[in-house]
């Protein structure tokens, strides 16, 4: 099976697990001084084991959910977020009534519920580290302890101010406006006199179950995104925030929900927010430019969206079996696949659509949006589906793809390199070359699709990336550029002058298998140096596998990938 990635200049870039990993302990990154593993035996409350609740009637990035909440109401629209939506759905959120504060006995049932969640989360099962933060979360109070701690204040400008808050504080040491009093003294001794030493030990223990309290919120923040449930990913960041207004992490967590969320001017604001404390971090920088991309495409009629199994499609059902196991299959693979957009004309076409199609049509529907293509970067079954290669082929499994898609709407074409139309025949049979719009290299094709023919009304050029009739709908243009090397017929697709998809031809500092009968390493060699490498620097990628990150560009793997200036020598060595 193609799997796509091979060796490349550097193996260890890890920007899409670092961004979302979750914390082995609260310590990591920040405050040390972290209570010690304690003994004890756990009395589960099954009850107390249940998930966060979600918000009512959201949605989650990519599509309406009918999940429910305690009275939170209220719509959640990408389109139509406000800060202070965001601020009342929290304050009527189960996170915002958790307390740093647990039963002396369950601190290990706690510490325990962390460690297995993290576990689950590096295991890439995000669902059951889910499951395990909750568990450990139900176990803190949601009301404070005593009265003797100050109610947390929450309107929604002060929400405001705790999610931009930079850090006032040195050496990173918690600072929470809720706990301006000095009232630990009272909740520690029932309001007895106590000595400095006796106060201080109350503070230091009460800022370490903040430390594990927003530890566990932001892990769970990170697992809710890759899992696409971006509005209970937020609630967690934003009970993040209002414990450790000045922790770097909770304030990325809460961009990474809202660009799942694609409220994009918001998400950049909460990026913009986590630099100002580490302007050193290049996962936020590189996240942060990714938004202020989206919001451009945004404003030239674009929207680009990545969908990856497990989290946006191939959602596993107990009443489909062998489905579910091709699932499986798709999630190691970790394909991306794309839905690319023209807004103004609500038209898409859709890249190497494959494993799910109901799913992706499905999603398409709930954007609103019509297809009308599909495009094709190579014929390998991981991007197209069909009957699988041998000996995977006598198990007698299809997988979903071009073939299914094509018989679903008979009306639309699928746009492939002539040198990769008959072997996209070989694996889907049931095809016919009627029903492929052959690509060659430089050839170009518009969105709407009429903008590829004569139109009454001209085109007007207004940037290098930005196309517009005289009409004021928007053009998004889409340049086949052939790239063999991986299969004979790969190519890339340059949208708007500034956005790759680089199939499997190029990756985060590597490119695709080169191991094939029918690849070509001289091929690749050249598709790389003599192709890509020439594109401007800004031009953003995006890949057709999750090896290391969900995009890059054209610049940074010039810096540090195979797109910098290597000799065929080095280049041979590079890939094995």
Not at 83 to 95: G, T, Y
Not at 109 to 133: C, D, M, P, S, T
Not at 263 to 285: S, V
Request: net charge neutral; hydrophobic share 35%.
């Amino acid at each position: 099976m193609a799997d796509g990635g091979t060796s490349g200049a550097n193996n260890n870039n890890s920007s899409s697990s670092n961004s979302s990993s979750a914390e082995s302990s609260p310590n990591t990154g920040d405050v040390a001084g972290l209570a010690s593993n304690r003994s004890a035996k756990r009395r589960w409350n099954i009850k107390a084991m249940r998930s966060q609740d979600s918000l009512a009637q959201t949605y989650d990035g990519n599509g309406p959910s009918s999940s429910t909440s305690g009275g939170s109401g209220g719509l959640l629209s990408p389109r139509d977020l406000q800060e202070a939506d965001a601020a009342r759905l929290f304050e009527q959120s189960k996170q915002s009534r958790l307390h740093p504060s647990f039963q002396a006995a369950d601190e290990a049932a706690i510490l325990a519920a962390r460690e297995r969640g993290n576990k689950h989360f590096n295991a890439h099962e995000y669902a059951q580290a889910v499951a395990e933060y909750s568990k450990g979360l139900a176990m803190f109070s949601d009301q404070p302890a005593t009265s003797a701690v100050p109610a947390r204040r929450r309107s929604s400008n002060l929400l405001r101010q705790f999610a931009r808050r930079t850090s006032a504080s040195s050496g990173g040491s918690i600072s929470n406006p809720a706990l301006a009093s000095t009232s630990v003294d009272a909740q520690a001794t029932g309001g007895a006199a106590v000595s400095k030493e006796e106060s201080e030990a109350a503070l230091k223990a009460h800022e370490a179950r903040i430390l594990l309290l927003s530890t566990i919120l932001s892990n769970r923040s990170a697992a809710q995104c890759m899992i696409a449930k971006y509005s209970d990913a937020l609630m967690d960041a934003m009970a993040v925030n209002q414990w450790r207004p000045d922790w770097v992490k909770g304030h990325y967590r809460k961009g990474e929900a809202l660009y799942g969320l694609r409220h994009d001017e918001l998400a950049l604001e909460a990026f913009e927010t986590a630099l100002e404390m580490d302007g050193t971090n290049q996962i936020i920088r590189r996240r942060r430019d990714r938004t202020e991309d989206r919001i451009a495409d945004k404003a030239k009629g674009l929207a680009i969206y990545q969908l990856y199994p497990g989290r946006d499609i191939c959602h596993k059902s107990l009443m489909a079996p062998i489905q579910g196991l091709v699932f499986d299959f798709a999630m190691q693979m970790n394909n991306f696949l794309y839905i690319i957009a023209n807004t103004d004309s609500r038209t898409c076409l859709v890249v190497d659509i494959c494993w799910d199609v109901d799913g992706i049509l499905s999603h398409i529907k709930a954007l609103g949006l019509e297809i009308v293509g599909a495009i094709v970067t190579h014929y390998h079954i991981d991007h197209i589906g069909g009957i699988p290669p041998p000996p995977f082929d006598r198990y007698g499994v299809r997988v979903d793809g071009l073939a299914k898609l094509l018989s679903k709407r008979p009306n639309i074409k699928a746009y492939a390199h002539e040198d990769e139309i008959d072997a996209i025949i070989r694996g889907n049979p049931e095809l016919s070359r009627s029903r492929f719009h052959p690509t060659t290299d430089g050839m170009t094709i518009c969105l709407p699709l009429s903008a590829s023919a004569d139109l009454p009304s001209p085109i007007h050029r207004l940037a290098p990336d930005s196309l517009k009739t005289s009409i004021g709908t928007h053009i998004t243009t889409f340049q086949f550029i052939h790239t063999p090397g991986h299969t004979p017929g790969s190519q890339c697709i340059l949208v708007n002058n500034n956005r790759l998809l680089s199939g499997d031809t190029l990756f985060i500092q590597r490119c695709g298998r080169l191991d094939f009968p029918d690849s070509c390493k001289d091929h690749m060699y050249n598709s790389l140096q003599g192709r890509l490498a020439k594109l401007p620097d800004h031009v953003v990628v995006y890949p057709g596998h999750n090896y290391g990150g969900d995009s890059t560009t054209i610049g940074d793997e010039r810096r540090a990938g195979l797109l910098q200036g290597l000799s065929k020598v080095d280049f041979m060595r590079l890939v094995g």
